[in-house]
């Protein structure tokens, strides 16, 4: 199953105040959009970014990113039509839709859409009603209302791809949201727990709460990771995830990326859940010779089930030979890419050993990682 992703941006925001669309003010150094952006990265295989035509600025930055661009439509059920035809040629099965405006979504919330998905065609998170209901006019009660069986609806709302799709295409519009047009097409939608804290910021307070929101949750992780690889025969070495080519070849029971092997240990430290051997046993003959992508995707995908997104790495190869430098921004392309990162956090670069040691002698390559992790 591959999944998907939606942020619907495109809308202009005004009760929030300010100068620009609430997504693009400032929240906690950053502006609201990157926040939600990066709550999806490493949880799904594609995000779309819906912008409006005005956001120029936006379209420029974002246009050489990893993520895909759609055009806003006149509604918000016209800027998600255009997100899911932005998908069309990526085989997607499953598909999120969420709001921008959601930058405290965690990663919890986000796993249960997706677990929920496995056994239903729709599913999208919801707060039961606690609090009395009243109805009111000019500023006085006029009655109450029943709270038996009502929620407050939330994003992300997940479904599978070919259901919304259908069920947008078939619905006249005007809809609340991607549940309602799923619902007016006869779809079922399961309803998982919601999170108080995953606000929609509409007013200017809401800002605010954001913020204490974001400090509450200030659960900051590192990880070290260190692996080392013997020079053997061969015509190159494959090092975070790139060939390069050499008179000798890396040995080891994978394909001994000794910059990937480190870094996805410092994941796995992060997150105290052991080694890459531990995950994928040396004695184990089905990971004789595999591609350590595997393994950096395992470790990824498992920071993403324990609520934890990748805020950056910085890995150090230690070698005389190969030259990294004319190598380490294609390095770190192909690590953000498996990762679901921006280039920006990944870090590869080289030192030499001074000649010293089994890495100055130039009997193999050692390498050096760190990686920090934040609760989502």
């Excluded at 202009?12 to 997504?23: I, M, N």
């Excluded at 009243?134 to 209302?145: L, M």
Aim: charged fraction near 20%; glycine fraction near 10%; charge should be negative.
């Amino acid at each position: 199953m591959t999944t998907a992703a939606i942020i619907v941006a495109a809308g202009r925001g005004l009760r929030a105040g300010g100068d620009v669309p609430k997504q693009w003010r400032s929240l906690a150094g950053r502006r609201v959009a990157d926040w939600t952006i990066d709550r999806f990265r490493g949880q799904v295989a594609h995000i779309v970014l819906v912008l409006s035509d005005e956001d120029t600025l936006a379209w420029e930055e974002f246009r050489n990113n990893d993520l895909i661009l759609a055009t806003g439509g006149t509604d918000r059920a016209g800027s998600v039509r255009n997100g899911l035809k932005a998908l069309t040629h990526l085989e997607v099965t499953r598909v999120l839709i969420h709001d921008v405006a959601r930058p405290c979504v965690s990663s919890r919330t986000i796993q249960d859409v997706l677990t929920a998905l496995d056994a239903h065609q729709a599913a999208a998170p919801g707060l039961a009603v606690t609090d009395a209901l009243w109805t009111g006019q000019d500023g006085a009660v006029t009655g109450t209302q029943d709270r038996s069986n009502l929620f407050a609806a939330q994003t992300p709302q997940g479904f599978h791809y070919d259901t919304i799709s259908a069920a947008h295409a078939a619905h006249p519009g005007g809809a609340a949201d991607d549940v309602e047009v799923a619902r007016a097409a006869g779809v079922d939608v399961c309803i998982v727990p919601g999170d108080a804290d995953n606000l929609k910021i509409t007013h200017p307070e809401d800002f605010a709460r954001a913020e204490r929101i974001m400090g509450m949750d200030m659960d900051v992780r590192l990880g070290n990771g260190y692996d080392v690889h013997r020079f053997g025969d061969g015509d190159h070495v494959v090092l975070c995830g790139v060939k390069v080519p050499h008179d000798r070849g890396l040995q080891g029971h994978s394909d001994a990326d000794v910059g990937m092997h480190a870094v996805t240990d410092a994941i796995y430290g992060a997150l105290a859940q052991g080694d890459i051997g531990q995950h994928f046993p040396p004695s184990d003959p089905q990971w004789k010779g595999a591609a350590s992508e595997i393994f950096l995707r395992h470790a990824v995908e498992l920071a993403g089930q324990m609520g934890y997104r990748i805020s950056n790495v910085d890995c150090t190869l230690v070698c005389e030979y190969p030259k990294i430098g004319p190598h380490a921004a294609v390095m770190r392309e192909e690590m953000s890419k498996i990762m679901g990162l921006r280039a920006d956090q990944v870090s590869v670069k080289a030192t030499t050993s001074e000649r010293l040691g089994f890495t100055g002698r130039g009997e193999g390559i050692a390498s050096i990682a760190t990686a920090c992790l934040v609760k989502s």
